[in-house]
């Protein structure tokens, strides 16, 4: 359709500065945290769900593809507008965020910053678990439709977890709602956790009903430097089968050591083949017991180095050396492929050895950290996307990580979602027919295929690349 | 078709002793723990996947509705063949139970007793917190099917929480895998959660992964009396507030309490309004610090009398006083009416307030019990099926009930599934095009009606009829 008419369409439902048609405008929305640049033909910005379902309405009547984006801060392609079309962009959407102390629950819209809810719900003694890395600028509509979790999801389970209700606007334009502020509902199928992670395609969320459990009253940190990986491992499977279950297991591999070290020094172990940084929380007596038991299976598996945190500054440090690796490992390279493939968590050690094993093949830069206590591994290639012949090398060493974890049991994804990227490895994981399953669904809900086009599901003639 | 047909078509998957024509046969399985018979024309017992997989195929091919039973404790009709045809009984299908301890899975088949897993897990330190009632003769793939979970949803979420992957057969017969060992994993649709509690109409499962946890080290139980049911609804939300978060938190209302008084006295007040038992899980020296909060808590809303358990046989004497509902009630009559209706846990008082009219106004012999820390109650009403006039009022009443807890924020069925009883509801609590879009679901993946036809979608010309 010309972007003239589209234009008209789009008069009919927006005021005018909420319709954004320049090539400037459309450029700074061309793009998310993953690869490819993809020109929209036209933004609008919607405040209400009237909009929403209006937007959709006609994007079915003329077939026009209609692409919602939150921040933008997806790792798989999530929010490109890949075939053109419209981008529904959320951050005019009315903000709403209620905390229901009663019922333990929180009530938001799509737009609301996911560590805004962190904070209303912690400032009434209350506790929202899910925490991606990019809280702090990630809107809650994106992270549910993502299901991305964060380093919690050993002890509190995924983001999943904790949405009971949704008010969505499905593909062919109808306001529905699923769930409700009730944790126990069997009325009919389980619409709500399927709308959770669906990446955008099978509906826009304009609400959602969360829920919420009471703080934990107290937390203690540890980290343990190890000089073999493997006996990394062996501490980590020991502590969950002495009973406890932290809210954190983080590992950093030694690339991921030096680069912190080299970015900023802070007196890491450099020569040590793993770092694994443990978080407990619950009641203070549990916590320093639990804590000191960790402390001595850390030792039990020859640990070269235990720091325990005595107080919330000591913390600070110990997970500062976490939050610097992007950043350090951003610096080492312009382009950064950061995978979350994730496996059992008594296969991680053998997928670190998969991945050395590839990086030694294709003579890679690769680094891997991640949440250890739920297998989520984040193996990143730092690279530089103008040398097409190491990009080369990229692709089949990524192509080879999906199929490591697959073989291990694990999954292509655990928290950045399919996207473009990962949509031709699908069947590999899934099957014929499982993949047919799902694109049932999605055919049948969204019949001219409007929602989020292009993505989960492998286009045809679309080969194994991973970069567009 | 006809029976002999039906049979022969059978003889081509089964071997003769485990396809069953008698009448007599047939008739042990035409009732479940719900209304109605319904003869079914042949049951077969399929041992593997495979035999499920041929079975629906030529389901398919003829046009055969198939309906997979378990246990067949089903509240709401579950396993009814309402539509004759076939009956997969799933009880001579291989018995699987395998606890991966490192990573904390429990790999199980359908036909095993739910009871079996807790006991099986905990042996190793282990824990599986789903436990309806039923738990110990009710089989996993029933509880998976139907989402039911008992009392500790409050803390720990309802069974779907704790599956992470199945094995199923699609109803056009197709063997597929979704989800599978990792808590996360974001590869596509969620179909492990939609198949999960979609009531047999989407899938037969043949195995399922299940997440296990850390064994509570130890628990504490409390049981509070009150003269007025409202003081006892604040004590419940003040325990949450003030950051506990109980196991168990079990109402049971006067007509209750004297049912238990009358039926096996056990010294319980029968002048109170509401008795509430309190359990906390956890560590040692956290729940006895919470268990004095909360009994704080319930003296501070005038709790007329607190026993706390000192020793398991104590425990156990306060929840006898729960578990001897069921049969006190069975006994004041020949036909019990058990609903599951569920509201937000704030509107426990209003919900009891409306109970308590629509058993005035009826002249019924109606009691409440229930999980009160997850909204989800569930009042069961005593009569005798064969008074046929009575039976109309129950109908009436059970009709404003529905009405009462999705009025007031809840919903149809906290556990006990949709089943034949409350699909003529479906509309009232999730609107036109709510419905529509899991119809669009079931269309899609069984386009020949074949699993379990006649479950959960308001047939049509079906009034709003609770008793078939």
Known sequence: MEQEQLYKLMQSIFPE????????????????????????????????????????????????????????????????????GIVLDMSQYKKKLIIDRENLLAIVSPSVITADIHKQAENVGLFYPSDPSSSHVSTIGGNLLENSSGPKGLKYGTTKEYVIGLEVVTPTGEIIRTGGKTVKNVTGYDLT??????????????EAILRLIPKPQA????????????????????????????????????????????????????DAEAIVIIEIDGHMAAIEEEIK???????????????????????????????????????????????????????????????????EKYELNLVVFGHAGDGNLHPNIITDQRNKEEMKRVEDAVSEIFEAAVELGGTLSGEHGIGTLKAPYMEMELGKDGLLMMKKIKEAWDPNDILNPGKIFPQPGQSKVVLS
Chains 1, 2 share one sequence.
């Open 17 to 84: 500065k909420r319709i954004l048609t320049d090539l400037a405008d459309r450029y700074s929305y061309s793009f998310d945290a993953s690869f490819g640049e993809y020109l929209p033909d036209i933004v609008v910005q919607p405040s209400n769900k009237e909009e929403i379902s209006k937007v959709i309405k006609l994007a079915n009547e003329y077939k026009i593809p209609v692409y919602p984006r939150g921040s933008a801060t997806s790792l798989s392609g999530g929010s490109l507008a890949v075939k053109g």
């Open 293 to 359: 038991k960790c402390e001595e299976i850390c030792r039990l598996h020859h640990a070269i180095e235990i720091k325990v945190a005595t107080n919330e500054k000591e913390r600070d440090s110990i997970w500062k050396a976490r939050k610097m690796v992007s950043p350090a490992i951003t610096q080492m390279g312009p382009t950064k492929i950061s995978e979350d493939a994730t496996v059992p968590r008594s296969q991680i050690p053998k997928m670190m050895e998969k991945l050395y094993e590839i990086r």
């Open 219 to 270: 937390r203690k940190t540890l980290l343990a430097s190890f000089n073999r990986l493997i006996d990394s491992g062996h501490a980590i499977t020991n502590i969950l089968s002495a009973g406890i279950l932290p809210s954190a297991m983080e590992l950093m591999d030694n690339a991921c050591i030096r680069a912190v070290e080299n970015y900023e020094p802070s007196g890491l172990p450099i």
């Open 193 to 206: 956790r399927l709308i959770v992670g669906s990446e955008g395609t099978l509906g826009v969320v304009t």
